[in-house]
């Protein structure tokens, strides 16, 4: 009895170690995928390969394909957090739940949609010519609805399985659209609970399916990648189950599923084939990086340490207005010449030091103001 209990609180903690030590990493992903480069695999000759065909091909898969995981991830790590040791559901949970994510997720949405328009109306008023009333006349025409919802739209030419249009909005904070998703679907958490309690995996199945041809609602804040992995790291723990043991009981169908829909994606890119595969992609990268980490988190090989994961959140609600775009400046100042070597140079400098002054900054807030940094991080 006592080698199983000890079996399950081991299990259990290579949970939260994988967690813990995936949370940086990915969040460095998600400045990666905002650097945007220009890349199409497409246009590279394989018999009469250049310097240039290795930039375009790490640029790719930084920035297109290896971010696909991110989402997954953080919404399934996010579903199983919520209902983790729920032992019933009733009111009291949902509102002890609701007061929590108020403080964790919304109050941090609000501030950080708003400090950028902060920052950019001082930016402006710097140039005494008017602009900063022009800005934000240009914020009151679109309206606080949106500036919170859907100030951005993008990906108007996607389109799913289907044929369907599929564009994807945001807001003001481009990023925080992740945000959105969830405070919505943690609202809409007691339906998540019961439609997981009666239609049990079936209804993962019915929902990956939608995932995987994007047949799902086009409404602002209901995306079917939250709905999803949200209810899939749900499904695991309201059943009681480690979806790191879970998934390491499949792990080389995981990983060779991985790696032959990561080649697809990458060398297909902008293909309909490379369409088909992208969600496949997301799925079992996502599977294969927590199978790979708590492998290695299990063998010592590295260890889970939060001091950088506690900088993920900074990072995340800073990094898209605030920093990338000046270290995007820099970078282009301090290497001004263009060939192989320089662009791929270009390509990790800039997200590099925009991590880099994202970290530097929120230590330097810690030290000098940590109450503000607790209620701009809504406590985290």
Same mark, same amino acid.
């Given at each position: 009895?006592?080698?199983?209990?000890?079996?399950?609180?081991?299990?259990?903690e290579?949970?939260?170690s994988?967690?813990?030590?995936?949370?940086?990493?990915?969040?460095?992903?998600?400045?990666?995928?905002?650097?945007?480069?220009?890349?199409?695999?497409?246009?590279?000759?394989?018999?009469s390969?250049?310097?240039?065909?290795l930039?375009?091909?790490?640029?790719?898969?930084?920035?297109?394909?290896?971010?696909?995981?991110?989402?997954?991830?953080?919404?399934?790590?996010?579903?199983?957090?919520?209902f983790?040791k729920l032992?019933?559901?009733?009111?009291?949970?949902?509102?002890?739940?609701?007061?929590?994510?108020?403080?964790?997720?919304?109050i941090p949405?609000?501030?950080?949609?708003?400090?950028p328009? @902060?920052?950019?109306?001082l930016?402006?008023?710097?140039? !005494?010519?008017?602009? =900063? &009333?022009?800005?934000?006349? *240009? /914020?009151?025409?679109?309206?606080?609805?949106?500036?919170?919802?859907?100030?951005?739209?993008?990906?108007?030419?996607?389109?799913?399985?289907?044929?369907?249009?599929?564009?994807?909005?945001?807001?003001?904070?481009?990023?925080?659209?992740?945000?959105?998703?969830?405070?919505?679907i943690?609202?809409?958490?007691?339906?998540?609970y019961y439609?997981?309690?009666?239609?049990?995996?079936y209804?993962?199945?019915?929902?990956?399916?939608?995932?995987?041809?994007?047949?799902? @609602?086009?409404i602002?804040?209901?995306?079917?990648?939250? !709905?999803?992995?949200? =209810? &899939?790291g749900?499904?695991? *723990? /309201?059943?009681?189950?480690?979806?790191v043991?879970?998934?390491?009981?499949?792990?080389?169908?995981?990983?060779?599923?991985?790696?032959?829909?990561?080649?697809?994606?990458?060398?297909y890119e902008?293909?309909?084939?490379a369409?088909?595969?992208?969600?496949?992609?997301?799925?079992?990268?996502?599977a294969g990086?927590?199978?790979?980490?708590?492998?290695?988190l299990s063998?010592?090989k590295?260890?889970?340490k939060?001091?950088?994961?506690?900088?993920?959140?900074?990072?995340?609600?800073?990094?898209y207005?605030?920093i990338?775009?000046?270290?995007?400046?820099?970078?282009?100042y301090?290497?001004?010449s263009?060939?192989a070597f320089?662009?791929?140079?270009?390509?990790f400098g800039?997200?590099?030091?925009?991590?880099g002054?994202?970290?530097?900054?929120?230590?330097?807030l810690k030290k000098?103001?940590?109450?503000?940094?607790?209620?701009?991080?809504?406590?985290?």
């Amino acid at each position: 009895m006592n080698s199983i209990q000890i079996k399950r609180t081991s299990d259990t903690e290579l949970l939260s170690s994988t967690i813990t030590w995936l949370r940086f990493p990915l969040m460095a992903a998600v400045v990666f995928a905002h650097i945007n480069p220009n890349t199409n695999m497409q246009l590279i000759d394989y018999h009469s390969l250049k310097w240039m065909d290795l930039y375009c091909l790490i640029a790719t898969l930084g920035t297109y394909v290896i971010t696909q995981i991110v989402v997954p991830c953080f919404f399934m790590f996010s579903g199983y957090l919520y209902f983790y040791k729920l032992k019933e559901w009733n009111k009291d949970f949902y509102l002890e739940k609701t007061k929590s994510r108020f403080r964790t997720l919304v109050i941090p949405y609000i501030i950080w949609n708003l400090m950028p328009i @902060l920052a950019y109306t001082l930016l402006y008023l710097k140039d !005494f010519d008017g602009s =900063s &009333l022009e800005y934000l006349k *240009s /914020i009151k025409d679109a309206g606080i609805f949106k500036v919170f919802w859907n100030f951005h739209v993008w990906g108007t030419d996607l389109t799913n399985l289907v044929g369907w249009s599929t564009p994807i909005n945001g807001p003001y904070n481009l990023p925080l659209w992740f945000l959105r998703d969830l405070i919505v679907i943690q609202i809409l958490s007691p339906i998540i609970y019961y439609f997981i309690r009666y239609t049990r995996l079936y209804g993962i199945i019915i929902l990956g399916i939608a995932y995987y041809t994007g047949v799902w @609602l086009t409404i602002p804040g209901f995306s079917i990648s939250c !709905f999803f992995f949200f =209810s &899939l790291g749900a499904y695991f *723990s /309201i059943n009681n189950k480690n979806f790191v043991t879970e998934l390491n009981k499949n792990k080389r169908l995981w990983l060779s599923i991985m790696v032959i829909s990561m080649f697809i994606v990458t060398f297909y890119e902008n293909t309909e084939l490379a369409k088909f595969f992208y969600p496949i992609f997301a799925a079992s990268g996502m599977a294969g990086a927590i199978i790979i980490v708590s492998h290695l988190l299990s063998k010592g090989k590295i260890k889970a340490k939060s001091r950088l994961s506690k900088t993920s959140f900074f990072i995340y609600v800073t990094h898209y207005v605030l920093i990338i775009n000046y270290s995007n400046r820099i970078i282009n100042y301090l290497f001004r010449s263009e060939n192989a070597f320089i662009a791929i140079v270009k390509y990790f400098g800039s997200p590099l030091i925009t991590i880099g002054f994202c970290i530097s900054m929120y230590y330097l807030l810690k030290k000098i103001t940590p109450g503000l940094l607790n209620i701009l991080l809504g406590g985290r």
